[in-house]
Nanobody, 120 residues
Framework: QVQLVESGGGLVQAGGSLRLSCAAS????????MGWYRQAPGKQRELVAD???????NYADSVKGRFTISRDNAKSTVYLEMNSLKPEDTAVYYC??????????????WGQGTQVTVSS
């Protein structure tokens, strides 16, 4: 089994910063792409940013220049540094990882979600 555990969400004022972390654990052979998604109330889940095992990154237009995704392959951890936060960034943020595990082959895994609330 593979688990993704997120941390770092919270309440922040507009213009502030937060850093999210997501650590993968379990019977992992390798992790391909890792990413962050978010879902605001009444909206569909959307990609925020993702990063390949080689370090190539991809960002949603709405966060370019404000958010930075990174990963530590040795720790199986992905980070999301969020700066200049806006009220519209308020959402539950989910970690996602494409994992090759010992017993289950390649599967997409999700974290439990962490709430980010940006007050105006």
């Amino acid at each position: 089994q593979v688990q993704l555990v997120e941390s770092g969400g919270g309440l922040v004022q507009a213009g502030g910063s937060l850093r999210l972390s997501c650590a993968a654990s379990g019977s992992i052979l390798s992790i391909n792409t890792m990413g962050w998604y978010r879902q605001a109330p009444g909206k569909q889940r959307e990609l925020v940013a993702d990063i390949t095992s080689g370090g190539s990154t991809n960002y949603a237009d709405s966060v370019k220049g404000r958010f930075t995704i990174s990963r530590d392959n040795a720790k199986s951890t992905v980070y999301l540094e969020m700066n200049s936060l806006k009220p519209e960034d308020t959402a539950v943020y989910y970690c996602n990882a494409d994992v090759l595990s010992i017993w289950y082959g390649t599967h997409d895994y999700w974290g439990q979600g962490t709430q980010v609330t940006v007050s105006s």
